[in-house]
């Protein structure tokens, strides 16, 4: 293994008690130590077949969501944890993120299962934080599980490689930039993100190295404020995701004002699957519950979804909201089992504002800009909302092909001391809640309350998805290989923890509302805590989305629960 930096990542002793409860743990903040053992201890630590020694010490790279709640469960089950970051402050991408920026899934689905929002009304109204509320959320979500003293900002992981003898995990850290130390554990926990290393298309930086493009060109990921950047500027947006459809319509803003001369956005496949953030004043996301996750394969998915989405333009108009967005997807067949999801509508109201779209670009020459559709426009400003290169620079490169479930190196299953969370993207849905069962799963694995896969089950299980993949995301699987079906991916991990929820009829019997929330409810990581009291009978105070109606209830239950 080579150098691993954290420096944007994505992302106690003792346990605070969930969110839910009354009361909490009085266990203090612990400063973990790791320094190493003597020699003739270190050399008995060997491989993770070997018996259980406790504590044992778990280094976890990244203080976004992930790598917040991987520390959290492994504390739980008594593990020795440091996390490491390279920033000044928790929250990953998330806290760098740019000007206006705002999550593109609510709060009820965001939120750790244990932990709700607005703590003080478990039936609060839900909303979409910006960046730096959800921060917040993670910073109370760190105080009250007692976190603090074991994450180490400003602490760059610069390599992380086993030892001599191969039984420890030797990480050299720079602390503030000037001081090097290095120290040894059992386990190392990879919860950097996804979003490290910017990519700009190299085919694009040779068209305009060509065609001597007089313009100048910045990845998404360095703007601060799309406004102030645009001001004056011939802006063309590259890509058209969650990031690139924000920007564009921040940029196109200034159309009006005459303070941005042009936009446009240039993709070369076109949008995903598009959604508001809101409908009306409410997440949109809180429509997809577990009966709209529950899709059937490919092919009948698609006539599913068609009947759906003509059902709802009428409905969505009727209650005097702007169904732009359900008839783009209908008029162009984009469902969610064909695509992955673009939970943000804002390129559409940018398309409103005056901006143009374009296909994929073809040459540069000066400021002229030449697309494949045959159009030309004058630009001196492109931004590049084209994602990240792969992310680990240990060697992955394909995380749907290297890595059992994003948490296990398939080729490494004599060896489990290496492990990482946060690396799955659902097409619809949040990285935090699969983070959770993820870091779930191997805090059990790791404390042998689990039995770890053979490496048969890894090559199988990798293959499958792969095959799957390829099925429901012909598009777009072979270029974001991080990409999951949000509700199987839950599933997959509640079932390895024996945490499903309760789905059936004693639940529909005896508890009714339990059951309406567990199928029509937001899909959230609280459903795989159904054991604890308290988060069921939160689960029951939850609201539906006032679309989910009776009468959608029971359309969905016949065509989707019943053929599933």
Known sequence: MTAADAPRSDGGDGHGGNHYSSSSSDNKDVKVSIIPESSSATAAMSAFSQPRRMPLRVAVIGAGPSGIVALKELKEMGFSTVLFDAAERIGGAFATAYEGAQLTTSSSLTAFGDFPPNPPNMVAKPTMWTCEEYVEYL????????????????????????????????????????????????????????????????????????????GDIVHSSSISSMRSLARGRRVLIVGLGETGSDLALQAAEGLATGEVPFVGISSRKGPGHTIPRLLGDVPADLMTSRAFHQIPDPNTAKSMWRELYERGVPMIKAAGMDATWMEFNLDNELFPCCRFGVKNSAWLDALDAGAATFGGIEKIDGDVVTFDDGAVARVDLIVAATGFKPFDDAGVRNVRAELWRGVLRATAADDMSLAYVGFARAAFGGVPPVAELQARWLASLWAGEVDPPTREQMEEEVQRAQREAGLRYPLDASRITTLVEYRQALDVWGASLGALPPLGWTTALRRPQLWRALWFGPLCAAQYRCGDAAVAAHLERQKLHPFITAPVRAWLYWRVIRKT
Do not use: M
């Not at 390599?159 to 386990?187: G, H, I, M, Q």
């Open 139 to 214: 910073n109370d979500y760190i105080d009250h599980f007692r976190l603090r003293g074991c994450i180490e900002l400003k602490s760059r992981v610069v390599s992380y490689k086993k030892s001599e003898n191969e039984a420890l995990w030797e990480l050299v850290v720079c602390k503030e930039n000037t001081n090097t130390s290095t120290s040894y554990f059992d386990r190392v926990v990879i919860a950097t993100g996804s979003n490290q290393n910017p990519n700009i298309p190299q085919d694009l930086l040779d068209k305009a190295r060509q065609g001597d493009f007089t």
